[in-house]
Structures are given as C-alpha cells and as structure tokens.
C-alpha cells in the first residue's frame, strides 16, 4: 500500500483552502496539517521556520494570503505586497529546507496585464502592465510563482524540489464572503437579489453597465483542479510547460455577462421584481476570460454548470445565512 503523504494546507479557514481540507478528506488523505492564523502568523519567520522544522510535511497547499477587492488594494497597499510576499517567501523557503517536494502555490488572474477581448494564456504574464489598482498584489503573486520556479531551477536536480503555481479563476460557491462592502460579484448579488425578495422590493440596483463579462468556477471543481495539478505526474508536466512559465490557469472555458448572470439568480432566488443597471458605477475591465486549454489538454475540465452552481450556492446561503461572513 502507497503510505498517503503529510499534507500542509495552510490557509485551510480560507474559501479556497477549506474546500481543498473537505476534497482531500474525501479522496482518503488522513494526514492533513493546519493551523489558524492566530496559532501561526505566516508573515512571522521565526514561527514558519519552526512549524516546518517540528511537522516536516510531505506536500503543502499554499493557500493563506491576504486577499480583497478594489477597496481593501487601494487603501492598504503595503499590507497587500508585504504580506504575501512574507507569506510565501517564508513558507516556500521553510517547506525547502525541510525537505518539502511538492507544494502549489495559488496565484491570481491579476498577475496578468489587461488585455482587451482576447483569452489570457499563461505566456502573456510579465508581457504589459498590470491593472494599476491592485498592482502591489500582482507584483506579489508574481514573485511567488517566481519563487516556485527558481526553486525548482536551483534545486530540482539536488533536492527533487517540484513546486507548481495555478493561477484560479474567480472563484464561488459554499463558505463565500457576503460582506456588503467586499464580497466578490456572485455573492454580493445573492445578497442583493435574496434581500430584494424578502423586503418585497420592486427593484435590485446593478453597478455598472452589466455587459462586462467574467468567468467563474465552482468551488468544487476548483478544488478538484488543484488536487489534480499537485499529483501530475512531473513527466507530463515539465512537457507541458517551461522552466520560467510553469504556472496553469483553471478556468472554466467561457464566460457569462454580469447581465444574464443576474438574471440566472432572479430566477434561482424566485425574485419577482426588476433588475436595473446603475451606469453612474464603473464597469471594471470588460473581458479577462483565461485560456484553459492548458490544463484541459492535462486531463482537467470543469464539470458544474454555472446553473448548477449558483442553486447550490444560492441553498447554502439559506442553510447557513448566520454563520457566513457577512455585516
Ligand atoms: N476566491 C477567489 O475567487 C480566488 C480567485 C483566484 C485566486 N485566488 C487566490 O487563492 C488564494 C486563497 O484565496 P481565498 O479566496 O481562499 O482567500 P481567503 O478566503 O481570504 O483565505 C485566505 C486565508 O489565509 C489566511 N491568512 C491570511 N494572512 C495570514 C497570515 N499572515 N498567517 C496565516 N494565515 C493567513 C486567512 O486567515 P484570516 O482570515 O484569519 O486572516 C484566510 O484563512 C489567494 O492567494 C487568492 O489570491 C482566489
């Protein structure tokens, strides 16, 4: 029998780690490692370098990072860049010294330039700028997958090191943020629309035009998708991508317009009133859809329907409405 590895999911309270602890579970692995972030700040060295000197995981999920919308990146932006650049250095080091293999980091799609219209592929990282208000997270993500692939450079002869990035698509699904002033845009509009319905309004206000148009993927399949790239055999990776381009986007394959996305939920939370576009608000960039072929072409494709999702999602805010986060 294979012996199953220790695996370091750090991060594991968070929405993409804590659905990554549900999946692993799941699939049988009963050696999962975690701690809050009040039991190990990752931004303290001391305390990461003892973690991993005392737990010595096989294989870490590197997960934990300080994340927000427009808002939260505009008012602070040196906790933005220094904390997840103290966030990975220190955890990718430590893993390293301790004899840590594999590990994946989680990137973002913000790490690529703006690029009106066309699907982002992974090369087009570093090729322009940068959407200028979260710049500092960018720059952080991208010095995290660049910490990942100089390790491997370095030490993947001597130490066996194979530390992969993915870069996520937006992200939705059970154990959301529906905080009124930073949710991302499923739930801010389950709120809105579930709220609508419950105070018998006649009317749900959009921001924007509603013709920008974003991707999205179920929590689950994310989950599954990174799982996937983690256990690639190396082989098949190293074939698939370049020693200085080396991270994966998981998308889902297309896109949808904030438009029909509202409408799928009017329908899904039985509102009966109007949605209208409030066109004094800003759009935001009209189109990031990634190119997914990558990860496809390794054995990955997204499974549940936006459809599918968003009812799923839409029932677990009415089970657990109380204990989400939320104002
Ligand atoms: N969600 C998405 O749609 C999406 C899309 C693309 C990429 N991603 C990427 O995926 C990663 C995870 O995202 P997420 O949505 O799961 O974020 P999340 O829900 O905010 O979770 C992040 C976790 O990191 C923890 N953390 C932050 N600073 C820490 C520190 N100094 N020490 C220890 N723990 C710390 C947080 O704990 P506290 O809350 O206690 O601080 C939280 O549990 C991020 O890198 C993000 O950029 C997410």
Redesign the pocket.
């Known amino acids: 029998m294979i012996e199953k590895p220790r695996i370091y999911v ?8 804590s659905a990554l602890v549900r999946k692993l579970k799941i699939l049988g692995y009963a050696k999962i490692l975690t ?4 039991e ?4 303290n060295q001391a305390q990461v370098k003892s973690f991993f000197e005392v737990e010595k995981p096989d294989q870490v999920y590197l ?5 927000g919308g427009v808002h939260a990146n505009n008012t602070f932006p040196a906790e933005f860049i220094y ?1 997840n650049l ?2 990975e250095s220190n955890v990718i080091h430590n893993a390293w010294k301790v004899g840590v293999k594999k590990l994946i980091f ?4 913000c790490i690529y330039p703006k690029l009106p219209n066309q699907l982002i592929k992974e090369n087009a990282m570093l090729s322009g700028q940068v959407e200028a208000t979260n710049e500092p997270y960018a720059i952080a ?1 991208i010095a995290g997958i660049k910490l990942c692939e100089s390790y491997n450079r370095q030490y993947r002869k001597s130490h066996g090191t194979d530390y992969r990035s993915v ?6 699904g059970p154990g959301d ?1 529906y905080h009124s002033k930073n949710s ?1 845009v499923i739930p801010a509009l389950i709120r809105k629309i579930h709220d609508a319905k419950i105070n018998q309004l006649s009317e749900v206000v959009v921001w924007g035009s509603g013709l920008p148009r974003r991707e999205f993927v179920y929590i689950d399949d994310m989950s599954e998708a990174i799982i996937h790239i983690m256990n690639l055999d190396l082989v098949q990776y190293r074939e698939h991508t370049e020693d200085m381009v080396s991270h994966i986007n998981i998308g889902f394959g297309s896109d949808v317009t904030i438009e029909d996305l509202a409408k799928q939920l009017v329908k899904i939370v039985g509102y009966e009133g109007r949605i209208v576009f409030d066109l004094t608000k800003p759009d935001g960039v009209f189109r990031k859809l990634m190119d997914s072929t990558l990860i496809e072409s390794l054995g990955w494709k997204a499974s549940i329907s936006l459809e599918d999702g968003l009812a799923l999602t839409y029932s677990d805010y009415l089970k657990n409405k109380k204990s989400l986060r939320s104002d």
């Open positions: 750090a991060g594991h309270q968070g929405m993409i780690g701690r809050t972030h009040d190990l700040d990752l931004i997960c934990a990072a300080k994340v904390d103290m966030i989680l990137g973002s799609s993500k870069i996520p698509a937006s992200l939705y943020n991302h």
